[in-house]
T-cell receptor, first 116, second 111 residues
């Protein structure tokens, strides 16, 4: 079956430092990877959509300078939160799908980021 | 861009009753509508989905209805159980691959 592993599950970082999270697709080819953030008491906001061999598209309010993403192959993607502050805390999810037309997104467990 | 609205922030039902969660969307190009649930402190778990070429899909106790004219879709859960308690998120996806979520409905099934 199709699975997405995301790690770490939880992380705490000091204000102003950076942290990286990784996503591994197993059992299918992750042509397209979407990174989401769920801030406390809120819904899931799309940060960026990454398709292998295409430019990464960032949503309004999110930039490559703050959330650099790497998607080097069909099984792996990573995202870093640079200079994390209180407003960056929340649950970060990666979702992967095989193609744009095969639309179901398989989500990882998420990375819960706390900022001190 | 697409906006997905979930009209009930909370819903409480008695065990065995039915629960219905309603969503609307704005982008007529949306063609795929999944539902996910999130239990406390956990990630999103896929529940059921529907594509725009049909208006109804059933899987055991779950049914999704889609009204493209009204740009409305709904999740129906029959014979609810306490284990169904969770936050349910509807979402809509256009052919650009962008999936937009509603704000979530907290479903509580009381024994």
């Amino acid at each position: 079956g199709a699975l997405v592993y995301q790690y770490p599950r939880r992380t705490i970082c000091k204000s102003g430092t950076s942290m990286r999270m990784e996503c591994q697709a197993v059992g299918f080819q992750a042509t397209s990877v979407a990174w989401y953030r769920q801030s406390p008491q809120k819904t899931f906001e799309l940060i960026a959509l990454s398709t292998v061999n295409s430019a990464i598209k960032y949503e309004q309010n999110f930039t490559q300078e703050k959330f650099p993403i790497s998607h080097p192959n069909l099984s792996f993607s990573s995202m870093t939160v640079l200079n994390a502050y209180l407003e960056d805390r929340g649950l970060y999810l990666c979702g992967a799908r095989e193609t744009i037309s095969n639309e179901r997104l398989f989500f990882g467990h998420g990375t819960k980021l706390s900022v001190l | 861009g697409e906006k997905v609205e979930q009209h009930q922030s909370t819903l409480s039902v008695r065990e065995g009753d039915s629960a219905v969660i309603n969503c609307t969307y704005t982008d007529t190009a949306s063609s795929y509508f999944p539902w996910y649930k999130q239990e406390a402190g956990k990630s999103l778990h896929f529940v059921i989905d529907i594509r725009s070429n049909v208006d109804r899909k059933q899987s055991q106790r779950l049914t999704v209805l889609l009204d493209k004219k009204a740009k409305r879709f709904s999740l129906h859960i029959t014979a609810t159980q306490p284990e169904d308690s969770a936050i349910y998120f509807c979402a809509a996806n256009t052919n650009t691959g962008k999936l937009t979520f509603g704000d979530g409905t907290v479903l509580t099934v009381k024994p």
